[in-house]
């Protein structure tokens, strides 16, 4: 398996843009999350959907940014109009979970990440 | 109180030796856990989870839980420089739904030098 997988690996824009991240996650794999990154906040859940439906968006900053899956394969992020605090490392990561007499079993995999730059 | 808590370093042990990463959870009723190692400049990857009190051990990688004092280590026996990366440990969040989710602590960077 290529694992998850994210484009662009960079993206370097101008505030007010619209800017989109891509994801393809791991085949077979239930849930998929979108996380922001920065030296300042650490590591923040942005948004989790399970079976291609959005459950938690409560991490999303503001309006500007949405988040689709429109099929197990495929999911987005974007911004707009982008701003400069947004600068920051965005990783897609592939989660599956099973059920199980001793508990859930639980894996996650990360995405190499997208760096974005608003200038 | 953050729900997880990371010693953020650096901690920095010479080659060979002992490295013990540290984390403490705040949810009494946290049942899974996991340590992810994240090189600079790359994404965080999985490298050991814990569900049972006691250790579990991965070649040179140890777990430890204690869940009546609700803390998770890492031990990294035989510490080499390409240890040298930050630590995330995070614990698995059930919440309405059934749907479950990570929290991960801010990362401990551990710096091993020859």
């Known amino acids: 398996d290529a694992g998850v997988i994210q484009s662009p690996r960079h993206e370097v824009t101008e505030m007010g843009q619209e800017v989109t991240l891509r994801c393809k996650p791991i085949?077979?794999?239930?849930?998929l999350f979108w996380y922001r990154q920065t030296m300042m906040r650490g590591l923040e859940l942005l948004i989790y959907?399970?079976?291609?439906?959005?459950?938690?968006d409560s991490g999303m900053p503001e309006d500007r940014f949405s988040a689709k899956m429109p099929n197990a394969s495929f999911s987005t992020l974007k911004i707009q109009p982008s701003e400069p605090r947004d600068s920051a490392v965005y990783f897609c990561?592939?989660?599956?979970?099973?059920?199980?007499?001793?508990?859930?079993?639980?894996?996650?995999?990360f995405g190499p990440g997208t760096r974005l730059t608003v200038t | 109180q953050k729900e997880v808590e990371q010693n953020s370093g650096p901690l920095s042990v010479p080659e060979g030796a002992i490295a013990s990463l540290n984390c403490t959870y705040s949810?009494?009723?946290?049942?899974?856990f996991f340590w992810y190692r994240q090189y600079s400049g790359k994404s965080p990857e999985l490298i050991m989870f814990?569900?049972?009190?006691g250790d579990k051990e991965d070649g040179r990688f140890t777990a430890q839980l204690n869940k009546a004092s609700q803390y998770v280590s890492l031990l990294i026996r035989d510490s080499q420089p390409s240890d040298s990366a930050t630590y995330l440990c995070?614990?698995?969040?059930?919440?309405?739904?059934?749907?479950?989710?990570?929290?991960f602590g801010a990362g401990t960077r551990l710096a091993v030098h020859p």
């Open positions: 990561a592939s989660t599956r979970e099973l059920g199980g007499t001793s508990g859930v079993s639980y894996e996650q995999y």
């Open positions: 085949s077979g794999h239930n849930s």
């Open positions: 959907f399970n079976n291609n439906v959005p459950i938690d």
């Open positions: 949810d009494r009723g946290s049942q899974s």
């Open positions: 814990i569900y049972s009190n």
């Open positions: 995070a614990i698995l969040k059930g919440f309405s739904g059934g749907y479950n989710k990570l929290i």
